[in-house]
């Protein structure tokens, strides 16, 4: 693919002759945006009468428009936190990729923590200057990694120091992007140990903890959420609903493990298959993440095909896009969703056919009852996955070559 052209996008600009995901308007075919906000949605013959002079006129050629998907970059620390320049090639490719959101995970050694001495301009060139103002929204997440013996006197001493470190140098970053908070990262098998601890710093805090479980028996981790969580009741530091924990790849395919987990308040993210039926059948909240650089649609057929545990092509879809917005810290406004009133964040993707698809269909289910207001989705068979043709996000435009006609 040629590289994509970065653009300011053009404002008030209508869109028609495609479809349009909306779960206010199901059967939207056109579109029209003006200051940064989807103005209107509905058919092709009013878009016509709608259309005025100053409007540039966009035709969508039968494309299909979604909101962005939440994706996730991550690198290790090192000196000076990589490069600016770096980060902003990411984030524009995680854009001509269908992202919107990111997670920016980076990684420092707790180790290094124990000097006291860590520049906290690295931190602030991890969390604030390399992502401030790009037209993707990130959400910085520092993960300490190599924690040993949590529940000796000095085993959570990296943390603390970390948690000092943001208290005294994320305020930039915040003040600039509120709602979009520094969170803290940790291995779970790191600080089993003393989880209790962890969570109680982090309540008091205020800052969303995630904690990597990929390694982890899910049996183990279910038990110390759940005893955990019931301790930081008694305490009244309950993580709110603005920074839910989250369980980085927890997966189990016994549906008790979910049940216990349903009333503890805890997300799940994703960054891989799991038991997702299982998963929302129970209530557990549950979003995915996909590797850096993956188109964002292979693991959405990947949880529509799966021999086991399969779920609808739109319970997949609405997991990377509405649920991750979820489970970000403290967001203040509604995402994954094309609704008038709302940001004109967007994508375009081409795709060979729509519908409505269940679990394991051969053939996509099509609703004619209007009642039924089922915004159609691409229909997922084999490796043949949607193509990306534009993003557009905060007033600007990332197109691939001759991506909308005039």
């Not at 600080?191 to 209790?196: K, P, Y």
């Not at 308040?265 to 299982?278: D, I, K, L, P, Y």
């Not at 649920?323 to 994508?347: I, T």
């Given at each position: 693919m040629t590289k994509p052209v970065r653009r300011p996008a053009e404002d008030p600009r209508v869109l028609f002759n495609g479809t349009i995901h909306s779960t206010a308007e199901p059967y939207a075919e056109a579109m029209v945006v003006e200051n940064?906000?989807?103005?209107?949605l509905g058919s092709d013959e009013t878009a016509a009468r709608l259309q005025e002079d100053r409007m540039a006129v966009h035709d969508l050629q039968g494309a299909l428009v979604t909101p962005p998907f939440v994706g996730w970059i991550t690198e290790d620390a090192v000196d000076d936190v990589g490069s600016a320049v770096g980060l902003t090639e990411r984030l524009d490719a995680a854009a001509a990729s269908g992202y919107g959101t990111v997670r920016l995970e980076v990684r420092f050694a707790a180790e290094a923590m124990h000097t006291e001495d860590v520049a906290p301009e690295?931190?602030?060139?991890?969390?604030?200057?390399?992502?401030?103002?790009?037209?993707?929204?990130?959400?910085?997440?520092?993960?300490?990694q190599g924690i040993t013996d949590p529940a000796g006197a000095e085993g959570l001493k990296p943390l603390n120091i970390l948690l000092s470190l943001l208290s005294d140098e994320a305020a930039l970053w915040e003040e600039s992007a509120p709602g979009r908070p520094v969170a803290v990262g940790l291995k779970y098998t790191e600080?089993?140990?003393?989880?209790?601890g962890v969570r109680t710093w982090m309540a008091e805090e205020s800052r969303q903890l995630l904690l990597d479980v990929s390694d982890a028996d899910p049996a183990a981790v279910v038990e110390d959420i759940v005893?955990?969580?019931?301790?930081?009741?008694?305490?009244?530091?309950?993580?709110?609903p603005a920074t839910p924990t989250v369980l980085m790849n927890f997966d189990s395919a016994d549906r008790g493990h979910w049940e216990?987990?349903?009333n503890t308040?805890?997300?799940?993210?994703?960054?891989?298959?799991?038991?997702?039926?299982?998963a929302l059948s129970v209530g557990v909240p549950v979003s995915v993440a996909p590797v850096e650089g993956e188109n964002p649609w292979g693991l959405v057929s990947a949880h529509a095909q799966a021999a086991e545990d399969a779920v609808s092509v739109r319970a997949a879809f609405n997991a990377q896009s509405r649920?991750?917005?979820?489970?970000?810290?403290?967001?203040?406004?509604?995402?994954?969703?094309?609704?008038?009133?709302?940001?004109?964040?967007?994508?375009v993707w081409e795709a060979d056919a729509l519908g409505v698809q269940s679990p394991n269909e051969t053939v996509a289910a099509w609703s004619t009852d209007t009642r039924a207001r089922t915004p159609l989705l691409p229909y997922l068979e084999g490796d043949d996955l949607p193509r990306w043709k534009m993003t557009a996000l905060a007033g600007v435009e990332w197109a691939a070559s001759s991506a909308v006609a005039e």
């Open positions: 940064d906000q989807i103005a209107w690295s931190l602030m060139v991890a969390c604030y200057r390399r992502g401030r103002d790009h037209p993707v929204d990130v959400y910085p997440v520092v993960s300490l600080v089993a140990g003393n989880l209790i005893a955990t969580g019931e301790q930081l009741r008694q305490l009244r530091l309950s993580p709110g216990a987990l349903l308040g805890v997300h799940v993210v994703a960054r891989r298959q799991v038991h997702m039926a299982t649920g991750a917005f979820r489970s970000l810290p403290e967001r203040q406004s509604p995402g994954g969703q094309l609704n008038p009133g709302g940001s004109a964040a967007y994508v």
